[in-house]
């Protein structure tokens, strides 16, 4: 059985994330690049800093993925201003790497995974047939779900 600090352990981990010199300096030659390998110390996010950063963004997408990386960010310490002042492509590095040492990201695998999923296949189907959108299908009961499926194929059978 799992103890309270082994549930807690993944949240006080740190990770030295190496950036390649083509993310942190675009358009630079391999015969300016540096010797050492760059790399920043992220730690990851946890369910208290996911919601104080989403009631500061509210809903400004740009703001969000900007505490996060803030958030995240143990070396070098930045400020805010600092974070929002990186290059594109570098922010977007950045953030595709605190969701995934945040656990917040799926690799391939886990991605086919979940579109098996019959609940999944179902809302796929719903959209197709409706024109409904993730949010109207995300409303739905189960029973609708169901419902809906066996009026649809019992429409095909009729056909």
Do not use: Y
């Given at each position: ?68 990386v803030h958030k ?44 098996q999923d019959p ?41």
């Amino acid at each position: 059985m799992l103890s309270t600090e082994d549930l807690f352990a993944g949240s006080k981990l740190s990770f030295n994330i190496e950036i390649p010199q083509n993310i942190l300096t675009p358009g630079q030659s391999a015969t300016d690049a540096l010797e050492k390998t760059p790399c920043v110390k992220m730690r990851p996010l946890t369910l208290a800093d996911l919601q104080l950063i989403s009631r500061a963004a509210k809903e400004n997408d740009n703001l969000l993925g900007v505490l996060m990386v803030h958030k995240s960010l143990q070396e070098p310490e930045m400020t805010i201003a600092e974070v929002s002042s990186l290059h594109l492509g570098l922010m977007q590095f950045l953030l595709e790497q605190v969701n995934r040492i945040s656990g917040l990201s799926m690799d391939s695998h886990d991605l086919q995974k979940h579109a098996q999923d019959p609940v999944a296949k179902a809302a796929f189907l719903l959209a197709q047939e409706f024109g409904w959108s993730p949010q109207q299908i995300s409303e739905l009961t189960l029973g609708e779900i169901l419902l809906h499926l066996e009026m649809m194929s019992a429409r095909e059978v009729s056909v």
